[in-house]
C-alpha cells in the first residue's frame, strides 16, 4: 500500500521538467495557433496568382485615316447582264414536242429552238384550206348568176327584186371568200409557229418549260440574251443618286478575275424611282468594250468616278472602324500624346462594300481603332497595332 501511495508522486515529479521545459522554449498554445494562421496564409498566396495592373494598356488594331484618291467615288456590287434581254415562248398554243438547245448554249440568228406538237396546226390549217375552197366555189356561182339575171333583167324577165338579190349574193360570196383566205393565210401563220425561232445571236440564259408540258400563247420557254453589249446593274442608295448622271464613268472589276485591267464603262441609264423594298435606284452601267471573258451572271465591282459635287477630298475609313453612339456615327479617336480614347463623332457622306467615307470629324493623319470598337471604352489607354493592309480588291457587300 505504502508503494502504490508513492507512484502517483514520482508521476507528478517526471511531468514537471516536461512543463519547464516548455516554458523555456517549446512554444505554447497560444503561439502554436498564430503560427499555423501565418502558414495558411502564406500557403493560400503562394497558390493564387499575381493580379493584373487595371492600367496596362489594351492592344488594338489601329488604322491612320487617309483621303480617298482623287476622281474616286463609290464603290457597288452588281452583276453582269446583257443589253437586251427576254422570254422566248411560241406565238400558238400547244403541246412542247421537244426542246434542241438548253441552259448557256450559244446560238445563232434562225436556229430552231424547240418545237410544238404539229397535229393542231396542221388540222387548222386544212380546215382553212377546205372553207377556202367552199367559199370559193360558192363566189364562183354567185357570180355565173348574177351574170345570167343582168341579162334576163335586159330582157325583162326577172324583176329588178330579183337582179337586185343576185348582185347582193354575189357580193356576200366574194367577201366570205376574202375572209377565208385570211383565215387560210393565219392557219398558216400558225402552222410556222410551231418552231421556236432565235431572233438573233444570243445565248440561252433560262429553261422555263419541259418537253410534254401544255403552253398556253406567248408562254416562256427559254430566257434569251441578246449578244454583244453588256450592261451591269448596281443598286445605288438614296444618299448617293442626287449626282449621279448617265454618261458619267466608271470602272468594273470582275470578281472572277481580280488581277485583270479594270474594265471602262459608262453609267447608260438611272431609274427615275426606287424599288418599293430595297428602296434603292436600279443603275445600268454599260461596259465600253466587253470582251469574251465578260459572261453574263458575273459579278463585278463598279467603282464610280467622282461626281461634280465631290468638292474636297472625302476620307476613307475601314467598314469596321464605324460605330453609332446613339443614334450619331462615331469613331474612336486614339490620342497621339497619350494613346487615350476619345469618342469622336463623324458624317459619313456615303458608304463602300467594306468602307466608308467620311466628310466631317475626321483629318487625314488620324489614328482611329479600326477593330474591336465595342471592347474599349472612352478615356481608356490602348497599346495601338497597325492593322494589316489589303491589297485593292473588288467590293464586295
Known sequence: MAAEKTRPAATTERRAPACAGSRAGLP???????????????????????PVASDAPQPVLAVTVAPAAAGEGQAYSGEVHARFETPLGFRSAGQLKSRRVHLGDTVRQGAILAE??????????ELAQAAVRAARERATLAGQTAQRNEAQARADLISQADLEQSRANLAVSEAELGQAEQQLALAQNQSGYASLVAPGDGVITAELAEAGSVLTAGQGV?????????????????????????????????????????????????????????RT?????????????????????????????????????????????????????????????????????GYGADEV??????????????????????????????????????ARP
Open 28 to 50: 505554447t498554445r497560444a503561439t502554436g495557433g498564430a503560427l499555423g494562421t501565418l502558414c495558411l496564409a502564406l500557403a493560400l498566396g503562394a497558390c493564387s496568382k499575381a
Open 116 to 125: 410544238l406538237d404539229p397535229k393542231d396546226a396542221r388540222a387548222q390549217l
Open 222 to 278: 427559254f430566257g434569251f440574251a441578246y449578244g454583244g453589249e453588256r450592261d451591269v446593274f448596281i443598286d445605288v442608295p438614296e444618299n448617293g443618286i442626287a449626282d449621279l448622271q448617265v454618261g458619267r464613268p466608271a470602272s468594273v472589276v470582275l470578281w472572277s478575275l481580280p488581277d485583270h485591267a479594270p474594265l471602262a464603262a459608262r453609267v447608260r441609264e438611272v431609274a427615275q424611282a426606287a424599288d418599293v423594298q430595297s
Open 281 to 349: 435606284f436600279r443603275v445600268k452601267v454599260a461596259l465600253d468594250h466587253p470582251g469574251p471573258e465578260v459572261r453574263l451572271g458575273m459579278t463585278a465591282s463598279v467603282r464610280l468616278a467622282a461626281g461634280e459635287r465631290a468638292g474636297a477630298p472625302r476620307l476613307r475609313i475601314p467598314a469596321s472602324a464605324l460605330f453609332h453612339a446613339g443614334s450619331a456615327p462615331a469613331v474612336w479617336l486614339i490620342g497621339a500624346a497619350d494613346h487615350k480614347l476619345l469618342l469622336r463623332p463623324v458624317t459619313v457622306s
Open 357 to 394: 467615307f467620311i466628310e466631317d470629324g475626321l483629318a487625314a493623319g488620324d489614328q482611329i481603332v479600326a477593330q474591336g470598337v465595342h471592347t474599349v471604352a472612352a478615356g481608356q489607354t490602348v497599346a495601338p497595332t497597325p492593322a494589316p493592309v489589303r491589297a485593292a480588291a473588288p
